[in-house]
């Protein structure tokens, strides 16, 4: 089974910023199947990134991911308050299992 | 426009069962594979089940394997959660998601996902 580590758990930053979450793979994701997930509290996730980089549809091009192998990144540039949410990692390269990061908290300040 | 709602959940006691339910709409059920995933109170998210498109073959993870059962009927456009011999620690809420593109389990995320049904195991 793959663990996924997210970092840092919680990120704080300001309107107009740009954020940069990580999420490191405990093997490598051999097809670079990985998602980003956004998730707001009492809300259902999104997916904002799929095959590690790809947007899913009607996601803003201030969302971008990176990576391949063990290492993997969801970059947010100028923030706006509603980016406020939790984002959470998930590989579906070596599945079932499907696992998921332990999520990072972004606030928004 | 895809809808997928989660009925079904709520109080019980350990040891009990609970079915839930998860009705599909805006797109044809038939053609993808479906999961269930959990959250318990202030925790991430864990996969539980998946199911390809015609139910022939189904996944359970550990924790849930042997108590669970995950199904589906296509004619009725729902997808099925029986959970027995419930636990504590299944406390959570139950999301129903389908992946992004296809009718197998595996290799796809998931792009739609209900708003989920909240299951309490308390004495």
């Known amino acids: 089974e793959i663990v996924l580590t997210q970092s840092p758990g919680t990120l704080s930053l300001s309107p107009g910023e740009r954020a940069t979450l990580s999420c490191r793979a405990s093997q490598s994701v051999t097809r670079n199947y990985l998602a980003w997930y956004q998730q707001k509290p009492g809300q259902a996730p999104r997916l904002l990134i799929y095959g590690a980089s790809s947007r899913a549809t009607g996601i803003p091009d201030r969302f971008s991911g990176s990576g391949s192998g063990t290492d993997f990144t969801l970059s947010i540039s100028r923030l706006e308050p509603e980016d406020s949410a939790v984002y959470y990692c998930q590989q579906y390269d070596s599945s079932p299992p499907y696992t998921f990061g332990q999520g990072t908290k972004l606030e928004i300040k | 426009e895809v809808q997928l709602l989660e009925s079904g959940g709520g109080l019980v006691q350990p040891g009990g069962s609970l079915r839930l339910s998860c009705a599909a709409s805006?797109?044809?059920?038939?053609?993808?594979?479906m999961s269930w995933f959990r959250q318990a109170p202030g925790k991430g998210l864990e996969w539980v089940s998946a199911?390809?498109?015609?139910?022939?073959?189904?996944y359970n993870a550990d924790s849930v394997n042997g108590r669970f059962t995950i199904s589906r009927d296509n004619s009725k456009k729902t997808l099925y959660l029986q959970m027995n011999s419930l636990r504590a620690e299944d406390t959570a809420v139950y999301f129903c998601?389908?992946?992004?593109?296809?009718?197998?389990?595996?290799?796809?995320?998931?792009?739609?996902w209900g708003q989920g049904t909240l299951v309490i195991v308390s004495s």
């Open positions: 998601a389908r992946v992004y593109s296809g009718p197998d389990v595996g290799a796809d995320c998931f792009v739609y």
């Open positions: 199911v390809n498109s015609n139910g022939a073959r189904t």
């Open positions: 805006g797109f044809t059920l038939s053609n993808y594979a």
